[in-house]
Each structure stands twice: as structure tokens, then as C-alpha cells.
């Protein structure tokens, strides 16, 4: 069992950064492959980054690809999404997930955590 608590949302101008932390509670934390996805209103939830349990392995969605960057610290049981140039586009609520499947492309979360608001102006 793993449980995810996102935080370092916030409303930021376009252009602007934001860095996005998730904290995972659970010793096997290392075991799992983490990603980001973001659901924006009337939309429907969309992948936005995957990172593999070691941190060797990355993949984006292509509309992120060049301004964000995932990363981890096993060691902190954290899992990071830096946010560049951000675009009004990018509003969304964003949910950090762990999970067992990732393989280059293919990422399945099995657990989710409560997502965390980010406000992108023009």
C-alpha cells in the first residue's frame, strides 16, 4: 500500500515555474515507477510524465516535453515534477501516481493521490 500527498501548487503567471513535490508513505516506495497526469475542468484526466523506480528511465506526453522534468529521491520517498514555462494551457488539477507497469511508454498507476491546483494566468 502506498499513499501520495502532492504539494507546491499555486496560481502562476504564464512563463512562470512551479515545482511540484510528492511525498509517498510506505517502504517500498523505490519498488514503483511514479508519474504526474492532470485533469483539467470538462476534461478528462491525461498523462503527463512517468519516471521508472530507479530514475534511470523518463517519458513525457508530448505537450510537456522541453519544459517539464520528473525526478525522485528514494530516499526521500519523494517524487518531483518541475514546471517551466508555463502556459494557461497548463491549468489543471495535478495527481501524483505510483505504480508497478511502466515500461518506456506505458505507465499504470495503482495508487493516486489527492491532486494539488495549479493556476497558470495570461
Known amino acids: 500500500q502506498v499513499q501520495l500527498v502532492e504539494s507546491g501548487g499555486g496560481l502562476v503567471q504564464a512563463g512562470g515555474s512551479l515545482r511540484l513535490s510528492c511525498a509517498a508513505s510506505g517502504r517500498t516506495f523505490s519498488s514503483y515507477a511514479m508519474g504526474w497526469f492532470r485533469q483539467a475542468p470538462g476534461k478528462e484526466r491525461e498523462f503527463v510524465a512517468a519516471?521508472?523506480?530507479?530514475?534511470?528511465?523518463?517519458y513525457y506526453a508530448d505537450s510537456v516535453k522541453g519544459r517539464f522534468t520528473i525526478s525522485r529521491d528514494n530516499a526521500k520517498n519523494t517524487v518531483y515534477l518541475q514546471m517551466n514555462s508555463l502556459k494557461p494551457e497548463d491549468t489543471a488539477v495535478y495527481y501524483c501516481?505510483?505504480?508497478?507497469?511502466?515500461?518506456?511508454?506505458?505507465?499504470?498507476?495503482?495508487?493516486w493521490g489527492e491532486g494539488t491546483q495549479v493556476t497558470v494566468s495570461s
Open positions: 519516471i521508472s523506480w530507479s530514475g534511470g528511465s523518463t
Open positions: 501516481a505510483a505504480g508497478i507497469n511502466y515500461s518506456g511508454s506505458r505507465f499504470i498507476p495503482d495508487y
